[in-house]
């Protein structure tokens, strides 16, 4: 085994663990090493050549590889070290094992920061009957295979699920000469940013059908078409409305998985809800010295926020691995009424300017977000929609010293 | 005429109703801010957005280099554009900005590079 030592070790160079590192090394640490499975940095920015990155970030409208170009090169600018085409395979203590073509890497790190990602829910997780041909691919894998490898993945499309990939592939797919039929979602409101539903459906006369799902793919070497249903107020499908729509391609768009099989290794809590792990408002887990960061943590909507958030992992990671990082108690973040989770799931007290990001747990119209700890109003904000596709967050300008932050959201 | 828009200069979604002929414009309502005006104004006469697509690269350890428009162009020019795209080769290296096909149909936009990558084996 390689034997190497480093103060910051970052799990990951896609957007998260790029601006993890390159606030490292703001921050003062002496060498970061950023492991990464694939051949460049990017992550899957690499495979979003759609635009709508950038613009709480930088202002600007960029396309995804533009977004991570800044990122890759001020990384590089900073001295930030990359292992390319490296996969990080076991945690134990302070060491990281790592393999790649020059063999296996023990690097000994002073934190680490996880910044894995996430991966696509799959068509077994969801169980469609069927039988099995080709043509049914999860959205972000007809990405790749489009935008990267040039393939022609279909002429006729069904899409499941209203989320971001799957709107976002309806219109790269209608712009290669495909017809999209429908995009058929269970829910009765979008998954995803009401943007793409715009500029990827409207724009291309694509229906979505809400409340809709999936019963069956038919064909047998090849799709050839599909049956679709409404479902009542239960999610059941109701038979007897059902009907075809033929096609030789389905792209299923039905959620994201965190990425934590790494994080497990590492002995670090995992919440239930967010499938990532629980942070404190340095972003560290549970596990004293490793942090973590980006979709790895909690599926985002906007990388502009994944950013933001991994600047701070990056920098409080370099400074645990200085012996800087001043650990006062926490106070427990308590998702309330009308409050899917919040990350992070507890705050420092004492710590100033913490941004609590989190979901509603249904869309509503006129919202009012506010923040209290031990009756004291903290932060509050009206929001003229509240959608559990777009993330919001609050402002906390300093953590009490005692207590607990409730997080609510109310119709008005 | 009218037509129905959704605002999608903030997060809000405004639902903004615009009545008008050609380029001239009777009524705008239901926009939250002045910015919806502004969008539905454009919406409403000549809807525009930035194309991205991805162009046959070679010499490179990818296959396809992704490019956009360096400005929006109109939407009822998209599908020509990709034509145009579409038929064309690109040879690393290639740096993100790079022009890969100045002035797409005389529009006065530039289809740019929106990555920068060598040549295989750099």
Known sequence: ?412 | MTKEIICTVCPTGCRITVEGEGTQITSITGNGCKRGIRYATDEFILPKRILTCSVKLEGADRGMLPVRSAHPVPFDKVFDCMKVIKATTVSAPVAVGDVIVGDILGLGVDMVSAMSIEKAGE
């Open chain 1, 1 to 412: 085994m390689k034997q190497q030592n480093c103060d910051v070790l970052i799990v990951g160079a896609g957007p998260a663990g790029l601006s993890a590192a390159c606030a490292a090394k703001d921050a003062g640490a002496s060498r970061v090493i950023v492991l990464e499975r694939d051949k460049r940095p990017g992550g899957i920015l690499q495979q979003c050549i759609h635009p709508g990155f950038g613009l709480k970030y930088f202002g600007e409208e960029l396309t995804g590889p533009e977004y991570a170009e800044r990122f890759i090169v001020q990384a590089k600018e900073k001295g930030v070290e990359f292992m390319m085409g490296t996969m990080a395979i076991d945690f134990r203590e302070n060491v990281c094992v790592a393999v790649n073509g020059d063999g296996v890497h023990a690097i000994t790190f002073g934190a680490a920061v996880l910044a894995m990602g996430c991966r696509e829910r799959t068509r077994a997780n969801l169980v469609i009957p069927g039988s099995r041909p080709a043509g049914i691919y999860t959205a972000g894998s007809a990405q790749r295979l489009i935008n990267i490898y040039g393939r022609n993945v279909g002429k006729k499309v069904v899409i499941l699920g209203s989320g971001d990939i799957g709107m976002i592939m309806a219109r790269r797919m209608s712009l290669e000469g495909a017809k999209v039929e429908a995009v058929v979602e269970l829910m009765p409101y979008l998954a995803g940013l009401t943007r793409n539903r715009v500029q990827c459906l409207d724009d291309f006369g694509i229906p979505l059908l809400l409340s809709h799902t999936i019963t069956e793919i038919r064909g047998v070497d090849r799709v050839e078409g599909v049956t679709v249903a409404p479902v009542d107020e239960n999610k059941c499908p109701i038979a007897d409305q059902a009907f075809d729509i033929e096609c030789d391609t389905v792209l299923l768009s039905v959620g994201l998985i965190p990425e934590n099989e790494l994080s497990k290794k590492a002995g670090v809590a995992l919440s239930g809800i967010t499938k990532g792990a629980n942070v404190d408002s340095f972003m560290q887990t549970e596990t004293p010295g490793i942090f973590a960061c980006g979709n790895v943590l909690h599926v985002n909507d906007l990388v502009d926020n994944v950013s933001r958030e991994s600047e701070l992992a990056g920098r409080n990671a370099a400074l645990y691995a200085a012996g800087k990082l001043e650990m006062k108690d926490t106070l427990k973040v308590v998702a309330s009424d009308g409050i899917r989770y919040v990350c992070p799931q507890t705050a420092r007290c004492g710590q100033k300017d913490v941004k609590l990001f989190f979901r509603v747990t249904a869309p509503m119209g006129v919202t009012e977000l506010t923040a209290t700890c031990n009756g004291v109003q903290l932060a509050r904000r009206k929001i003229q929609r509240g959608n559990p596709g777009e993330m919001e967050f609050l402002l906390i300008p300093e953590v009490p010293a005692a207590g607990e932050i409730i997080v609510t959201a109310t119709e008005k």
